[in-house]
């Protein structure tokens, strides 16, 4: 299962990037995006616990843009 579209608390999420890389394994995930608002923070932070893991983690940033658009970045 891949899920490409989660956040952390280093934007608007509730879950620390580490905590989504540990939740991701309890559910069978084995491929992961963290896409926080206009930060790779999660990604960085989560990086060690997805190798450690076994989870393939994205690289990926939720932009945005004027007039309430946001374009995901993969």
């Not at 490409?4 to 890389?21: A, E, F, M, N, T």
């Not at 995930?29 to 926080?36: H, Y």
């Amino acid at each position: 299962m891949i899920d490409l579209q989660v956040r952390s608390h280093c934007s608007i999420g509730y879950r620390s990037p580490k905590q989504l890389i540990l939740e991701a394994v309890e559910r069978g995930v084995s491929m992961l995006a963290i896409t926080d608002l206009d930060t790779v923070d999660g990604y960085r932070r989560a990086l060690k616990a997805a190798q450690e893991n076994g989870i393939r983690l994205i690289p990926a940033v939720e932009i945005t843009c004027l007039e309430g658009v946001a374009i995901l970045g993969y």
